[in-house]
Protein backbone atom coordinates (compact mmCIF):
# COMPACT_ATOMS: atom_id res chain seq x y z
CA UNK A 1 0.00 0.00 0.00
CA UNK A 2 1.27 3.41 -0.81
CA UNK A 3 0.70 5.50 2.27
CA UNK A 4 2.17 7.18 5.41
CA UNK A 5 2.31 4.39 8.07
CA UNK A 6 0.86 7.03 10.72
CA UNK A 7 -2.50 8.42 9.44
CA UNK A 8 -4.35 10.95 11.37
CA UNK A 9 -8.21 10.01 10.52
CA UNK A 10 -10.06 13.16 11.19
CA UNK A 11 -8.06 14.74 8.71
CA UNK A 12 -9.39 12.08 6.49
CA UNK A 13 -13.14 13.23 6.61
CA UNK A 14 -14.69 14.28 3.40
CA UNK A 15 -11.38 12.92 1.49
CA UNK A 16 -11.97 11.78 -2.24
CA UNK A 17 -12.33 8.47 -2.65
CA UNK A 18 -11.05 7.21 -6.34
CA UNK A 19 -11.28 3.71 -8.12
CA UNK A 20 -8.32 2.74 -10.36
CA UNK A 21 -9.78 4.59 -13.23
CA UNK A 22 -9.25 7.70 -11.20
CA UNK A 23 -12.98 8.43 -10.79
CA UNK A 24 -14.87 10.13 -7.89
CA UNK A 25 -16.80 6.98 -6.47
CA UNK A 26 -17.23 8.69 -2.98
CA UNK A 27 -15.84 10.72 -0.11
CA UNK A 28 -14.67 9.26 3.30
CA UNK A 29 -16.97 9.58 6.45
CA UNK A 30 -15.68 7.58 8.98
CA UNK A 31 -12.93 4.44 10.04
CA UNK A 32 -14.39 1.49 11.31
CA UNK A 33 -12.15 -0.55 14.33
CA UNK A 34 -12.94 -4.33 15.86
CA UNK A 35 -12.35 -4.09 19.18
CA UNK A 36 -9.99 -6.79 20.63
CA UNK A 37 -10.80 -8.87 23.69
CA UNK A 38 -7.75 -8.04 25.22
CA UNK A 39 -5.27 -4.16 25.83
CA UNK A 40 -4.07 -4.03 22.39
CA UNK A 41 -5.59 -1.17 20.41
CA UNK A 42 -8.69 -1.88 18.48
CA UNK A 43 -7.83 -3.25 14.31
CA UNK A 44 -8.36 -0.95 11.87
CA UNK A 45 -10.69 -3.06 9.63
CA UNK A 46 -12.15 -0.10 6.79
CA UNK A 47 -13.78 3.05 5.91
CA UNK A 48 -17.13 4.08 5.35
CA UNK A 49 -17.58 5.92 2.50
CA UNK A 50 -20.07 8.28 1.46
CA UNK A 51 -22.12 7.94 -2.50
CA UNK A 52 -24.54 9.91 -4.42
CA UNK A 53 -27.80 9.31 -2.72
CA UNK A 54 -25.92 9.84 0.95
CA UNK A 55 -25.62 5.79 0.86
CA UNK A 56 -23.16 4.97 2.83
CA UNK A 57 -20.94 1.92 2.57
CA UNK A 58 -18.12 -0.22 3.80
CA UNK A 59 -14.72 -0.08 1.87
CA UNK A 60 -11.95 -2.97 3.59
CA UNK A 61 -8.50 -1.64 4.26
CA UNK A 62 -7.42 -4.52 2.35
CA UNK A 63 -9.07 -3.07 -0.84
CA UNK A 64 -7.44 0.71 -0.65
CA UNK A 65 -3.77 1.02 -2.53
CA UNK A 66 -2.94 4.40 -1.29
CA UNK A 67 -3.98 6.57 1.42
CA UNK A 68 -2.69 10.42 1.54
CA UNK A 69 -4.47 13.75 2.85
CA UNK A 70 -6.50 14.82 -0.58
CA UNK A 71 -7.66 11.14 -1.93
CA UNK A 72 -8.03 7.25 -0.95
CA UNK A 73 -7.64 5.02 -4.00
CA UNK A 74 -9.35 1.37 -4.49
CA UNK A 75 -7.51 -1.07 -5.75
CA UNK A 76 -10.62 -2.40 -7.54
CA UNK A 77 -13.55 -0.97 -9.50
CA UNK A 78 -16.66 -3.40 -8.38
CA UNK A 79 -17.85 -2.18 -4.68
CA UNK A 80 -20.05 -4.02 -2.71
CA UNK A 81 -23.35 -1.46 -2.70
CA UNK A 82 -24.58 -2.65 0.38
CA UNK A 83 -25.53 0.03 3.14
CA UNK A 84 -22.92 -0.24 5.82
CA UNK A 85 -24.56 -1.37 9.31
CA UNK A 86 -21.86 -1.42 12.42
CA UNK A 87 -22.14 -5.28 13.58
CA UNK A 88 -21.15 -5.73 17.23
CA UNK A 89 -17.95 -4.96 18.76
CA UNK A 90 -17.18 -2.53 15.91
CA UNK A 91 -16.39 1.44 16.47
CA UNK A 92 -16.83 4.15 14.51
CA UNK A 93 -13.95 5.95 15.16
CA UNK A 94 -15.04 9.65 14.56
CA UNK A 95 -18.76 9.42 15.23
CA UNK A 96 -17.99 7.75 18.55
CA UNK A 97 -14.24 9.05 19.61
CA UNK A 98 -14.07 12.51 19.01
CA UNK A 99 -14.57 14.87 21.46
CA UNK A 100 -14.93 12.17 24.16
CA UNK A 101 -14.13 13.06 27.95
CA UNK A 102 -10.90 10.99 28.98
CA UNK A 103 -8.11 10.37 31.51
CA UNK A 104 -4.02 10.39 30.64
CA UNK A 105 -2.05 8.16 32.19
CA UNK A 106 0.09 8.37 34.31
CA UNK A 107 -1.05 12.28 35.70
CA UNK A 108 -4.61 11.67 35.41
CA UNK A 109 -5.41 15.01 33.29
CA UNK A 110 -8.45 15.10 31.71
CA UNK A 111 -9.06 16.49 28.25
CA UNK A 112 -11.50 15.75 25.18
CA UNK A 113 -10.61 13.76 21.98
CA UNK A 114 -9.75 15.66 19.21
CA UNK A 115 -8.34 12.99 16.90
CA UNK A 116 -7.00 9.84 16.44
CA UNK A 117 -4.48 7.80 14.27
CA UNK A 118 -3.92 4.58 12.89
CA UNK A 119 -0.67 2.86 11.96
CA UNK A 120 0.27 0.24 10.03
CA UNK A 121 2.46 -2.91 11.34
CA UNK A 122 5.84 -5.00 9.39
CA UNK A 123 2.74 -7.34 8.71
CA UNK A 124 -0.12 -4.93 7.34
CA UNK A 125 -2.29 -4.45 10.08
CA UNK A 126 -3.83 -0.97 10.65
CA UNK A 127 -4.49 -0.65 14.40
CA UNK A 128 -5.70 2.81 16.69
CA UNK A 129 -2.19 3.31 17.50
CA UNK A 130 -1.79 7.21 18.95
CA UNK A 131 -4.86 9.81 20.58
CA UNK A 132 -4.42 12.96 20.22
CA UNK A 133 -6.13 14.36 23.52
CA UNK A 134 -6.57 18.66 24.42
CA UNK A 135 -5.67 19.49 27.98
CA UNK A 136 -8.99 20.31 29.71
CA UNK A 137 -8.83 24.14 31.34
CA UNK A 138 -11.60 25.33 32.92
CA UNK A 139 -10.69 28.74 31.26
CA UNK A 140 -13.14 29.53 28.21
CA UNK A 141 -10.35 31.77 26.85
CA UNK A 142 -7.05 29.91 26.88
CA UNK A 143 -7.26 26.51 24.94
CA UNK A 144 -5.20 23.49 26.76
CA UNK A 145 -1.97 21.91 25.88
CA UNK A 146 -2.74 19.18 22.85
CA UNK A 147 -1.19 15.57 23.85
CA UNK A 148 -0.02 12.73 21.64
CA UNK A 149 -0.04 9.93 23.73
CA UNK A 150 -0.39 5.78 22.95
CA UNK A 151 -3.79 4.39 22.75
CA UNK A 152 -2.64 2.50 26.01
CA UNK A 153 -2.16 5.72 27.87
CA UNK A 154 -6.02 6.80 27.33
CA UNK A 155 -8.42 6.06 29.95
CA UNK A 156 -12.54 6.14 28.71
CA UNK A 157 -11.99 5.31 24.88
CA UNK A 158 -13.64 1.80 24.83
CA UNK A 159 -13.70 0.16 27.94
CA UNK A 160 -14.02 -3.38 26.54
CA UNK A 161 -11.08 -5.05 29.27
CA UNK A 162 -12.42 -3.57 31.94
CA UNK A 163 -15.81 -4.03 31.67
CA UNK A 164 -16.69 -7.28 30.18
CA UNK A 165 -16.84 -10.45 32.53
CA UNK A 166 -15.42 -13.59 31.46
CA UNK A 167 -18.95 -14.78 30.30
CA UNK A 168 -19.03 -11.82 27.70
CA UNK A 169 -15.17 -12.58 26.23
CA UNK A 170 -16.22 -15.64 25.63
CA UNK A 171 -19.08 -14.63 23.32
CA UNK A 172 -16.39 -12.76 21.53
CA UNK A 173 -13.86 -15.42 21.31
CA UNK A 174 -16.50 -18.14 20.66
CA UNK A 175 -15.97 -18.03 16.61
CA UNK A 176 -12.03 -17.81 17.25
CA UNK A 177 -9.85 -20.53 15.28
CA UNK A 178 -7.61 -21.98 18.00
CA UNK A 179 -4.51 -20.40 16.94
CA UNK A 180 -6.09 -17.44 17.26
CA UNK A 181 -7.64 -17.47 20.15
CA UNK A 182 -3.99 -18.53 21.81
CA UNK A 183 -3.29 -15.24 20.58
CA UNK A 184 -5.79 -13.64 22.16
CA UNK A 185 -4.93 -15.31 25.27
CA UNK A 186 -1.57 -14.21 25.71
CA UNK A 187 -2.81 -10.46 25.19
CA UNK A 188 -5.00 -10.86 28.69
CA UNK A 189 -3.48 -10.78 31.89
CA UNK A 190 -2.64 -13.87 34.12
CA UNK A 191 -5.76 -13.69 36.00
CA UNK A 192 -8.47 -13.19 33.36
CA UNK A 193 -6.72 -15.73 31.01
CA UNK A 194 -7.21 -18.41 33.64
CA UNK A 195 -10.29 -17.35 34.21
CA UNK A 196 -10.93 -17.55 30.39
CA UNK A 197 -8.99 -21.05 29.85
CA UNK A 198 -11.26 -22.91 32.89
CA UNK A 199 -14.46 -21.32 30.99
CA UNK A 200 -13.52 -23.36 28.21
CA UNK A 201 -14.81 -27.23 27.69
CA UNK A 202 -12.38 -29.38 27.74
CA UNK A 203 -11.96 -30.28 23.78
CA UNK A 204 -11.34 -26.41 22.84
CA UNK A 205 -8.95 -25.79 25.70
CA UNK A 206 -7.12 -28.87 24.28
CA UNK A 207 -7.02 -27.46 20.75
CA UNK A 208 -6.01 -23.88 22.58
CA UNK A 209 -3.10 -25.42 24.30
CA UNK A 210 -1.45 -27.09 21.84
CA UNK A 211 -1.20 -23.65 20.31
CA UNK A 212 0.46 -21.73 23.38
CA UNK A 213 3.99 -21.13 24.31
CA UNK A 214 5.13 -24.26 26.45
CA UNK A 215 5.27 -21.56 29.55
CA UNK A 216 1.43 -20.52 28.68
CA UNK A 217 0.45 -24.44 28.74
CA UNK A 218 1.99 -25.39 32.07
CA UNK A 219 0.33 -22.06 33.64
CA UNK A 220 -2.73 -23.08 32.59
CA UNK A 221 -2.61 -26.17 33.42
CA UNK A 222 -1.10 -25.72 36.71
CA UNK A 223 -4.66 -23.17 37.36
CA UNK A 224 -6.91 -26.26 37.14
CA UNK A 225 -7.71 -28.64 39.45
CA UNK A 226 -6.19 -31.87 38.66
CA UNK A 227 -8.90 -33.64 37.32
CA UNK A 228 -10.12 -31.04 35.02
CA UNK A 229 -6.31 -31.09 33.94
CA UNK A 230 -6.27 -34.77 33.23
CA UNK A 231 -9.93 -34.66 31.69
CA UNK A 232 -8.35 -31.73 28.65
CA UNK A 233 -4.68 -33.76 28.48
CA UNK A 234 -7.31 -36.69 27.59
CA UNK A 235 -8.46 -34.46 24.63
CA UNK A 236 -5.20 -33.41 23.44
CA UNK A 237 -3.37 -35.56 21.06
CA UNK A 238 -1.14 -37.98 22.45
CA UNK A 239 2.11 -36.35 21.29
CA UNK A 240 0.89 -33.18 21.74
CA UNK A 241 -0.12 -34.09 25.12
CA UNK A 242 3.20 -35.70 26.10
CA UNK A 243 4.96 -32.73 24.92
CA UNK A 244 3.38 -30.73 27.42
CA UNK A 245 3.88 -33.38 30.32
CA UNK A 246 7.52 -32.89 29.26
CA UNK A 247 7.72 -29.64 30.89
CA UNK A 248 6.33 -30.35 34.35
CA UNK A 249 8.56 -32.62 37.17
CA UNK A 250 8.13 -35.96 36.58
CA UNK A 251 6.27 -36.28 40.04
CA UNK A 252 3.15 -34.26 38.75
CA UNK A 253 3.72 -36.09 35.12
CA UNK A 254 2.71 -39.58 37.19
CA UNK A 255 -0.30 -37.90 39.22
CA UNK A 256 -1.76 -36.63 36.21
CA UNK A 257 -1.01 -39.43 33.71
CA UNK A 258 -2.66 -41.91 36.91
CA UNK A 259 -5.59 -39.70 36.65
CA UNK A 260 -6.19 -40.34 33.18
CA UNK A 261 -8.17 -42.84 31.23
CA UNK A 262 -5.49 -45.78 31.13
CA UNK A 263 -6.24 -46.18 27.06
CA UNK A 264 -5.69 -42.66 26.81
CA UNK A 265 -2.63 -42.63 29.31
CA UNK A 266 -0.72 -45.51 27.76
CA UNK A 267 -0.32 -43.62 24.37
CA UNK A 268 1.43 -40.55 26.38
CA UNK A 269 3.45 -42.71 28.29
CA UNK A 270 5.19 -44.54 25.27
CA UNK A 271 6.02 -41.60 24.13
CA UNK A 272 7.56 -39.81 26.91
CA UNK A 273 10.47 -42.75 26.96
CA UNK A 274 11.76 -41.40 23.79
CA UNK A 275 14.60 -39.65 23.34
CA UNK A 276 13.80 -35.81 22.72
CA UNK A 277 14.70 -35.13 19.04
CA UNK A 278 13.94 -38.26 17.93
CA UNK A 279 10.83 -39.31 15.52
CA UNK A 280 9.61 -41.14 18.02
CA UNK A 281 9.61 -38.05 20.37
CA UNK A 282 7.57 -35.83 17.41
CA UNK A 283 5.52 -38.61 15.97
CA UNK A 284 1.64 -38.92 16.69
CA UNK A 285 0.51 -42.47 17.54
CA UNK A 286 -2.87 -42.14 16.03
CA UNK A 287 -2.25 -41.67 12.32
CA UNK A 288 -5.18 -43.09 10.18
CA UNK A 289 -4.55 -46.92 9.89
CA UNK A 290 -7.00 -49.64 7.97
CA UNK A 291 -6.30 -53.06 7.24
CA UNK A 292 -5.51 -54.32 3.82
CA UNK A 293 -9.06 -55.51 3.22
CA UNK A 294 -10.71 -52.35 3.61
CA UNK A 295 -11.94 -50.39 0.14
CA UNK A 296 -11.03 -47.05 -0.93
CA UNK A 297 -14.58 -46.19 0.21
CA UNK A 298 -14.29 -46.84 3.40
CA UNK A 299 -10.46 -45.17 3.59
CA UNK A 300 -12.21 -42.17 1.76
CA UNK A 301 -15.09 -42.08 4.69
CA UNK A 302 -12.02 -41.85 7.56
CA UNK A 303 -10.23 -39.07 6.31
CA UNK A 304 -13.25 -37.19 6.04
CA UNK A 305 -13.65 -37.41 9.80
CA UNK A 306 -13.62 -33.72 10.84
CA UNK A 307 -11.23 -33.41 13.74
CA UNK A 308 -8.07 -35.02 11.47
CA UNK A 309 -5.88 -32.44 11.06
CA UNK A 310 -5.23 -32.00 7.01
CA UNK A 311 -1.38 -33.74 7.61
CA UNK A 312 -2.88 -36.97 9.38
CA UNK A 313 -5.59 -36.72 6.88
CA UNK A 314 -3.25 -36.64 3.76
CA UNK A 315 -2.85 -40.31 4.05
CA UNK A 316 -3.95 -43.73 5.31
CA UNK A 317 -0.93 -46.20 6.31
CA UNK A 318 -2.21 -49.89 6.09
CA UNK A 319 -0.90 -53.18 8.32
CA UNK A 320 -2.33 -56.27 9.70
CA UNK A 321 -4.41 -56.11 12.55
CA UNK A 322 -4.57 -54.82 15.33
CA UNK A 323 -4.95 -51.68 14.31
CA UNK A 324 -4.10 -49.11 17.23
CA UNK A 325 -0.47 -48.58 17.74
CA UNK A 326 1.69 -50.40 17.61
CA UNK A 327 -0.37 -52.58 14.92
CA UNK A 328 0.50 -56.02 13.29
CA UNK A 329 2.88 -55.56 10.46
CA UNK A 330 3.11 -52.88 8.30
CA UNK A 331 2.34 -53.21 4.63
CA UNK A 332 2.78 -49.62 3.13
CA UNK A 333 0.68 -46.35 2.94
CA UNK A 334 -2.00 -44.60 0.30
CA UNK A 335 -1.93 -41.31 0.06
CA UNK A 336 -5.56 -39.27 -0.36
CA UNK A 337 -5.16 -38.81 -4.26
CA UNK A 338 -4.77 -42.15 -5.09
CA UNK A 339 -7.72 -43.05 -3.08
CA UNK A 340 -9.44 -40.39 -5.34
CA UNK A 341 -8.38 -42.03 -8.65
CA UNK A 342 -9.08 -45.73 -7.92
CA UNK A 343 -13.00 -47.03 -7.72
CA UNK A 344 -14.57 -47.21 -4.47
CA UNK A 345 -15.44 -51.12 -3.94
CA UNK A 346 -11.13 -51.43 -4.94
CA UNK A 347 -9.27 -53.10 -1.37
CA UNK A 348 -6.62 -50.92 0.03
CA UNK A 349 -3.98 -54.17 -0.08
CA UNK A 350 -4.12 -53.60 -3.97
CA UNK A 351 -2.65 -50.06 -4.10
CA UNK A 352 -0.72 -49.57 -1.27
CA UNK A 353 2.64 -47.93 -1.53
CA UNK A 354 5.91 -49.59 0.14
CA UNK A 355 8.77 -48.67 -1.80
CA UNK A 356 9.75 -45.67 0.86
CA UNK A 357 11.97 -47.15 3.61
CA UNK A 358 10.07 -45.92 6.89
CA UNK A 359 11.77 -43.90 9.93
CA UNK A 360 12.56 -45.78 13.26
CA UNK A 361 11.77 -44.58 16.24
CA UNK A 362 15.59 -43.40 16.80
CA UNK A 363 15.66 -41.61 13.82
CA UNK A 364 16.95 -37.83 14.38
CA UNK A 365 14.99 -35.45 13.54
CA UNK A 366 17.53 -33.57 10.49
CA UNK A 367 17.70 -36.91 8.60
CA UNK A 368 13.52 -36.95 8.56
CA UNK A 369 13.59 -33.35 7.70
CA UNK A 370 15.61 -34.16 4.80
CA UNK A 371 13.87 -37.34 3.65
CA UNK A 372 10.33 -35.69 4.02
CA UNK A 373 11.81 -32.92 2.03
CA UNK A 374 13.57 -34.91 -0.45
CA UNK A 375 10.31 -37.25 -1.66
CA UNK A 376 7.46 -34.08 -0.96
CA UNK A 377 6.20 -36.28 2.09
CA UNK A 378 3.51 -34.56 4.47
CA UNK A 379 3.94 -37.41 6.41
CA UNK A 380 5.97 -40.65 7.23
CA UNK A 381 5.19 -43.92 9.35
CA UNK A 382 7.54 -44.96 12.31
CA UNK A 383 7.87 -48.63 12.52
CA UNK A 384 9.51 -50.53 15.42
CA UNK A 385 12.33 -53.59 14.87
CA UNK A 386 9.18 -55.89 14.78
CA UNK A 387 7.85 -54.10 11.42
CA UNK A 388 5.40 -52.88 13.65
CA UNK A 389 3.84 -49.50 13.10
CA UNK A 390 4.10 -47.28 16.28
CA UNK A 391 3.07 -43.82 14.69
CA UNK A 392 3.83 -41.21 11.92
CA UNK A 393 5.55 -37.94 12.01
CA UNK A 394 3.86 -35.40 9.92
CA UNK A 395 5.00 -31.80 8.86
CA UNK A 396 2.94 -29.88 11.13
CA UNK A 397 5.28 -31.92 13.87
CA UNK A 398 8.82 -31.25 12.23
CA UNK A 399 8.03 -27.91 12.12
CA UNK A 400 7.22 -27.62 15.54
CA UNK A 401 10.47 -28.95 16.46
CA UNK A 402 12.45 -26.81 14.17
CA UNK A 403 10.93 -23.89 15.03
CA UNK A 404 12.79 -21.95 18.24
CA UNK A 405 10.96 -22.87 21.04
CA UNK A 406 9.33 -19.55 21.77
CA UNK A 407 8.04 -19.61 17.98
CA UNK A 408 4.32 -19.14 19.64
CA UNK A 409 5.28 -16.67 21.76
CA UNK A 410 4.14 -13.22 20.88
CA UNK A 411 6.83 -10.99 23.16
CA UNK A 412 8.70 -12.78 21.32
CA UNK A 413 7.58 -12.36 17.90
CA UNK A 414 7.31 -8.58 18.16
CA UNK A 415 9.01 -6.60 16.06
CA UNK A 416 9.18 -2.58 16.15
CA UNK A 417 7.35 -0.54 13.96
CA UNK A 418 8.76 0.95 10.99
CA UNK A 419 9.63 4.81 10.92
CA UNK A 420 6.56 6.31 10.16
CA UNK A 421 5.53 9.66 7.34
CA UNK A 422 2.66 11.65 9.22
CA UNK A 423 -0.37 12.99 7.58
CA UNK A 424 -0.94 17.00 8.13
CA UNK A 425 -2.83 17.22 11.23
CA UNK A 426 -2.23 16.24 15.04
CA UNK A 427 0.97 16.11 14.73
CA UNK A 428 4.30 16.80 17.23
Keep these: MSTPTRIYLARLSGVAVFDPNGDQVGRVRDAVARLRPTQRPPEVVGLVAEMPMRRRIFLSINRITSIDADAVVLGSGTLNLRRFEKRPNELLVLQELLDRRVQLDPGGQTGSVVDVAMECSRGGEWSLARVAV ?90 LDRERAADVLEEMDPDDAADLLSELPPPEQDVLLDLMQPDEADPVRQLLKYTPGTAGSVMTSEPVILPPDATVAEALARIREPQLSPAIAAQVFVSRAPMTTPTGRYLGMVHFQRLLREPPADLLGGIVVNDLDPLRPTTPLPEITRRMATYDLVAMPVIDRNNRLVGAVTVDDVLDHLLPRDWRDRDAAARPLPAEATLDGADG
Excluded: K
Design 134 to 223: REQTGRLSRRGHLHQVEWERVRGLSGIADSRGTANLLSVLEDMRPADLANALQDLPDTRRNEVAAALDDERLADVLSELPEHDQVEILAA
